[in-house]
Nanobody
Framework: QVQLVESGGGLVQAGGSLRLSCAAS????????MGWYRQAPGKQRELVAT???????NYADSVKGRFTISRDNRKNTVYLQMGSLKPEDTAVYYC?????????????WGQGTQVTVSS
């Protein structure tokens, strides 16, 4: 099993910045890709960004150029640096970790952290 604990959410004004962190513990050797998803009220959960253990990143079009995902494999931690925040970025942000090819059914989620962007 893998446990994910997020931190760093909060309230920020439009145009501001926040950094989210997600620390993984447990059987972290099973993990390949880690990422961030978000869910706004009344909407489906959507991809924000993912990063592989090798550092290959992928972003949703809506956050490209504003958000940066990074990862410290020694600390088993993934970060999401969010800049130029907009009110439409308001959502609960969830950390996700999926297993490597050896553990294809592994799919873990954190408890979520609220990000609120005021206009």
């Amino acid at each position: 099993q893998v446990q994910l604990v997020e931190s760093g959410g909060g309230l920020v004004q439009a145009g501001g910045s926040l950094r989210l962190s997600c620390a993984a513990s447990g059987f972290t050797f099973r993990i390949n890709v880690m990422g961030w998803y978000r869910q706004a009220p009344g909407k489906q959960r959507e991809l924000v960004a993912t990063i592989s253990s090798g550092g290959s990143a992928n972003y949703a079009d809506s956050v490209k150029g504003r958000f940066t995902i990074s990862r410290d494999n020694r600390k088993n931690t993934v970060y999401l640096q969010m800049g130029s925040l907009k009110p439409e970025d308001t959502a609960v942000y969830y950390c996700n970790a999926v297993g490597s090819d050896y553990y294809p059914r592994d799919d873990y989620w954190g408890q979520g952290t609220q990000v609120t962007v005021s206009s």
